[in-house]
């Protein structure tokens, strides 16, 4: 089993910033893609940010430029940098592993979500 834990969210007032974090923990023997979903209320769940195990990453087009997302494969953790933030942004926010387990099987796993709002 994979434990997902975010942390970073908040309340921030339009044009700030937040840095979220998702730490990964478990029998992980190779974490391969990992990205950032977000849903709003009454929405769908949305890709947000992906980086590939080599580093490539690719962007919603709503955050291109505003959003940075990043790993760190020495810690197992994945971050999504948020500059001007927008009320449009408001959503809460998950991250999701593709992993390889020490058995050499291969899951998807999703950490709880951490809330973003930004409002004035």
């Known amino acids: 089993q994979v434990q997902l834990v975010e942390s970073g969210g908040g309340l921030v007032q339009p044009g700030g910033s937040l840095r979220l974090s998702c730490a990964a923990s478990?029998?992980?023997?190779?974490?391969?893609?990992l990205g950032w979903y977000r849903q709003a209320p009454g929405k769908q769940r949305e890709l947000v940010a992906l980086?590939?195990?080599?580093?490539?990453?690719n962007y919603a087009d709503s955050v291109k430029g505003r959003f940075t997302i990043s790993r760190d494969n020495a810690k197992n953790t994945v971050y999504l940098q948020l500059t001007s933030l927008q009320p449009e942004d408001t959503a809460v926010y998950y991250c999701?592993?593709?992993?390889?387990?020490?058995?050499?099987?291969?899951?998807?796993?999703w950490g709880q979500g951490t809330q973003v709002t930004v409002s004035s």
């Open positions: 478990g029998s992980i023997f190779r974490i391969n893609a």
């Open positions: 980086i590939t195990g080599s580093g490539s990453s």
């Open positions: 999701n592993a593709d992993v390889t387990m020490v058995s050499r099987s291969r899951t998807t796993y």
